[in-house]
């Protein structure tokens, strides 16, 4: 059974600083992995996608980076701002040939990011 | 980019009410969206993979009959909380995706009380 962790559960930082977000999973038979963004009370906001062939993807000053091997994902955030602050999800998608089934998406808790001006 | 648009954004409901929640892909076809329950600090549970035209796949442990979802097209797909108890309450949210290998797209999710 695929379990997803994620490390830090809570980080604050002063504005400025560059940080790293740990996402681990337990099964590396992975299709592909998913960093997303959640406000308070709001839904998800997809920020980066890697598929499993892929190491990185960047996007601004997001950089995600994917070792399926040792089961491990980093959402990299340089130059934080007061409005980065909000929650991190990572999920990954299992392996299916059919849509629906591979289409399932197992998050980790999420690392809840403050970054105080 | 890519749409989900979930309504209600909040609901509040009597205890022993049904309520419905409506998602829709705006600006793309969506053959199988999912269903997501959410507590307060908790991560996204899946709840059901509804599949237009045919009955949607409830995970382990969720009543199909308390939570019925209806995949009518392309673009919509409904979840209805039947007889809601105050233990219903939590925040829903779901998604839908195009093509197997694309991201998939949340909608801003409801927030159901039941009182």
């Known amino acids: 059974k695929q379990e997803v962790t994620q490390i830090p559960a809570a980080l604050s930082v002063p504005e400025g600083e560059n940080l790293v977000l740990n996402c681990s999973f337990t099964?590396?038979?992975?299709?592909?992995l998913q960093w997303f963004r959640q406000d308070p009370g709001k839904g998800l906001t997809s920020l980066l996608l890697?598929?499993?062939?892929?190491r990185e993807q960047t996007s601004g000053r997001l950089n995600a980076s994917l070792d399926k091997s040792s089961g491990r994902s980093t959402l990299y955030i340089a130059a934080s701002q007061p409005g980065d602050s909000a929650t991190y999800l990572c999920a990954v998608r299992r392996n299916g040939m059919i849509y629906n089934q591979g289409g399932k998406l197992i998050f980790g808790q999420g690392t809840e990011l403050s970054v105080k001006p | 980019g890519a749409v989900v648009s979930q309504h209600p954004s909040r609901v509040i409901c009597k205890s022993g009410t049904s309520v419905k929640i409506e998602c829709r892909s705006l600006?793309?076809?969506?053959?199988?969206m999912f269903w997501y329950r959410q507590f307060p600090k908790q991560s996204l549970m899946l709840m059901a993979t509804s599949n237009e035209g045919s009955k949607a796949t409830y995970e382990q442990g969720v009543e199909k009959d308390k939570f019925l979802i209806n995949h009518a097209s392309l673009t919509l797909s409904t979840l209805t909380v039947t007889s809601a108890h105050p233990e219903d309450s939590s925040f829903y949210i779901c998604?839908?995706?195009?093509?197997?290998?694309?991201?998939?797209?949340f909608g801003n999710g409801t927030r159901l009380t039941v009182t």
């Open positions: 890697i598929q499993s062939s892929q």
């Open positions: 600006d793309f076809q969506a053959t199988t």
């Open positions: 099964d590396s038979a992975i299709y592909n």
């Open positions: 998604s839908a995706g195009q093509l197997y290998n694309s991201p998939l797209h």
